[in-house]
């Protein structure tokens, strides 16, 4: 596995793996790197002749300073478990001037109004910097391919708005979320949990399975209360729960048998802001 530090360096790559008309598929992440982000490359592996990976801790999608500078940074083993896992061809670790080279401004987007749904109701320009970084990224890399995993599930959504808005020839692949053996959906950020946390957050997923037996059986207001009273805990809080539509990520309070749902759920435990979602059979 390569790995390349500098825009500079990389262009050069990308250049001759094009000149050799070698299909590529990219996952982009910011790093502190396991299970789920491995699974990502299984998938891009299967279906392209290079595999790329990025980690870049990205400045403009955080709205809390202190996330950003609590977020964990891990690159020395993030690159030993990519070349571990034999998957990947080729890491790139951009500078910020690599991908900001007049400044750190995030663009505007129009995403069709799912930016302000859910995490973007909760985190005001969040999206715009998603769209800012990954937009750089795809421009360097130049996939045939991108893999995004579903346990952000609306970030999947920007991402496939943004390839549809910027009009790019790039397949956007959901790949499912990557579990610990409790249900607990793997994060980078589940390294900040202690180990009683983890064991507490194992709730979740509980939960989210709950909902899915509730499903079509009582109402969502009746679901939503229920899921309310299960958080009521000294060492949980419920931040949001809502069932939407899969396409437009409206919240909705009754069901149609021609829609696709979706639960997402945002629990903080201690100081870390856990997210996660189960599509309702």
């Known amino acids: 596995m390569q790995v390349f ?17 070698k299909t590529i598929g990219f ?4 790093g502190a790197l396991h299970a789920g982000h491995i ?7 299967q279906e392209n002749d290079i595999v790329i990976s990025s980690v870049f801790v990205n400045p403009t999608q955080f709205n809390n300073p202190e996330d950003l500078e609590k977020y964990p940074r891990t690159v020395e083993d993030d690159v030993k478990k990519l070349e571990d896992s034999n998957l990947v061809d080729a890491l790139y670790i951009p500078r910020v001037e690599d991908i900001y080279p007049n400044g750190m401004d995030r663009k505007h987007y129009d995403f ?12 005001p320009g ?13 421009v360097q890399v130049q996939p045939n391919n991108a893999y995004f995993g579903e346990k952000d599930f609306q970030q999947l959504k920007i991402i496939e708005k943004l390839v549809e808005v910027l009009d790019l020839k790039i397949k956007i692949h959901g790949v499912k979320i990557h579990r610990e053996e409790n ?4 994060s980078s950020r589940n390294m900040r949990l202690s180990e009683i946390e983890k064991e507490t957050s194992a709730l979740i997923y509980k939960t989210l399975k709950k909902v899915n037996e509730w499903f079509k059986v009582i109402s969502v207001p009746e679901i939503k209360t229920r899921v309310e009273e299960i958080f009521k805990r000294k060492d949980m809080e419920l931040e949001y729960f809502l069932i939407a539509d899969e396409e437009t990520l409206k919240e909705v309070d009754f069901f ?20 996660d979602n189960l599509h309702l059979e």
């Open 256 to 275: 149609s048998e021609d829609r696709n749902f979706r639960a997402f759920i945002v629990v903080n435990v201690g100081n870390v802001r856990l997210i």
């Open 5 to 21: 530090y500098d825009s500079h360096s990389f262009s050069g790559y990308i250049k001759t793996q094009k000149e050799q008309h």
């Open 112 to 123: 069709g109004g799912i930016e302000n749904e859910m995490e973007g109701a909760a985190r």
């Open 27 to 30: 996952a982009p992440t910011m």
């Open 39 to 45: 699974s990502l490359y299984k998938e891009a592996r």
């Open 126 to 138: 969040h999206f715009d910097g998603v769209g800012t970084v990954v937009e750089e990224l795809f």
């Open 183 to 186: 249900g607990l959906a793997m």
